[in-house]
């Protein structure tokens, strides 16, 4: 028998099953049913047979299935991370931290970690920090082994994104120095470059210069041109916080430059050259090139919202 039959027949005694029995035998059907339409991408189906399977164990007394709970409730979050509803896989994912910590489930920490991600994933900034936060906790609750790297690198990703550029620096020094411990070097490379992405939103040219350059050289041997034209674009901004606007300009036109000759079409970062370049041509009288700029711009960004809107729906 092939294993594809196999499986058929398998699915034809669960739902046979499913149907004689009621309670938690039901219950464990509908699971193996689940994790059948998982494997074959069904994730709605492999969903709606994880909610019932749940609401059967709940009906029956939470107390008595808490582990059976526990683990239909990561199924379900992973379904919602397949069908791409990142806010409510972690809403789910956290019904299941909740019976962890109650079980004493150790590598809670590891769910803390992915709850976090699914909270980024879902712009919900606050809870990603706080989930990543938990996580630590939980490690040295249970004496595990340490992120302290992941950990504080996906906390300062959270507070970039909250306009907290001070509090996401020291997180990613924290990061840095523990993935410096295990030797994580190009880990290490990336916590330089986004640390040099904070100081560019804070316009501090001596410690832009200062970690975008441990940066460059790094992606320099490696060739990675998309951290290299990120990094000139924000050397052109400590240019002009210096007030060297010619040599701003000049870094300016190289990143665009070198982003279009690889080409890649990352519409927020040439957007974002492209208003420097505004700002430059206002600041050498050159209002109407300014203005020309400024117009391609905001076409630029409604095309660009518009693909955004759509891609989410």
Same mark, same amino acid.
């Given at each position: 028998?092939?294993?594809?039959?196999?499986?058929?027949?398998?699915?034809?005694?669960?739902?046979?099953?499913?149907?004689?029995?009621?309670?938690?035998?039901?219950?464990?059907?509908?699971?193996?049913?689940?994790?059948?339409?998982?494997?074959?991408?069904?994730?709605?189906?492999?969903?709606?047979?994880?909610?019932?399977?749940?609401?059967?164990?709940?009906?029956?007394?939470?107390?008595?299935?808490?582990?059976?709970?526990? #683990?239909?409730?990561?199924? @379900?979050?992973? =379904? +919602?991370?397949? /069908?791409?509803? $990142?806010? !409510?896989?972690?809403?789910?994912?956290?019904?299941?931290?909740?019976?962890?910590?109650?079980?004493?489930?150790?590598?809670?920490?590891?769910?803390?970690?992915?709850?976090?991600?699914?909270?980024?994933?879902?712009?919900?900034?606050?809870?990603?920090?706080?989930?990543?936060?938990?996580?630590?906790?939980?490690?040295?609750?249970?004496?595990?082994?340490?992120?302290?790297?992941?950990?504080?690198?996906?906390?300062?990703?959270?507070?970039?994104?909250?306009?907290?550029?001070?509090?996401?620096?020291?997180?990613?020094?924290?990061?840095?120095?523990?993935?410096?411990?295990?030797?994580?070097?190009?880990?290490?490379? #990336?916590?330089?470059?986004? @640390?040099?992405? =904070? +100081?560019?939103? /804070?316009?501090? $040219?001596? !410690?832009?210069?200062?970690?975008?350059?441990?940066?460059?050289?790094?992606?320099?041997?490696?060739?990675?041109?998309?951290?290299?034209?990120?990094?000139?674009?924000?050397?052109?901004?400590?240019?002009?916080?210096?007030?060297?606007?010619?040599?701003?300009?000049?870094?300016?036109?190289?990143?665009?430059?070198?982003?279009?000759?690889?080409?890649?079409?990352?519409?927020?970062?040439?957007?974002?050259?492209?208003?420097?370049?505004?700002?430059?041509?206002?600041?050498?009288?050159?209002?109407?090139?300014?203005?020309?700029?400024?117009?391609?711009?905001?076409?630029?960004?409604?095309?660009?919202?518009?693909?955004?809107?759509?891609?989410?729906?």
């Amino acid at each position: 028998m092939s294993e594809e039959k196999a499986l058929d027949e398998l699915e034809k005694e669960l739902w046979q099953r499913a149907a004689n029995n009621e309670g938690s035998i039901r219950a464990d059907a509908y699971i193996g049913l689940s994790r059948i339409a998982f494997d074959k991408g069904k994730f709605k189906e492999s969903l709606a047979l994880c909610e019932s399977a749940r609401d059967i164990f709940e009906s029956e007394g939470k107390s008595q299935y808490q582990r059976e709970i526990f #683990d239909v409730s990561v199924g @379900i979050s992973k =379904n +919602y991370g397949e /069908l791409k509803l $990142a806010g !409510q896989a972690a809403k789910a994912l956290g019904e299941a931290i909740e019976i962890a910590e109650i079980i004493g489930i150790e590598e809670v920490d590891d769910l803390h970690r992915d709850q976090g991600r699914l909270f980024f994933d879902a712009g919900e900034y606050e809870n990603s920090i706080a989930a990543h936060q938990r996580a630590i906790e939980s490690t040295h609750k249970y004496f595990r082994d340490e992120s302290v790297g992941i950990d504080y690198f996906n906390i300062a990703m959270g507070l970039y994104e909250l306009g907290r550029y001070g509090e996401s620096i020291e997180a990613y020094l924290k990061s840095r120095q523990g993935f410096a411990a295990d030797k994580e070097i190009a880990s290490v490379a #990336d916590c330089d470059y986004r @640390i040099c992405g =904070n +100081y560019a939103k /804070l316009e501090d $040219a001596v !410690q832009i210069e200062y970690y975008g350059r441990r940066a460059l050289d790094f992606y320099t041997i490696l060739s990675d041109y998309r951290k290299i034209w990120n990094l000139k674009y924000y050397f052109g901004i400590a240019a002009k916080a210096l007030g060297e606007l010619e040599k701003a300009g000049e870094l300016f036109e190289e990143a665009k430059n070198l982003a279009h000759a690889m080409g890649w079409q990352e519409w927020e970062f040439l957007i974002a050259v492209e208003k420097e370049c505004a700002y430059l041509c206002e600041a050498n009288g050159m209002s109407d090139q300014a203005k020309e700029i400024l117009r391609r711009i905001a076409s630029v960004e409604e095309i660009v919202n518009v693909a955004v809107i759509h891609e989410a729906a």
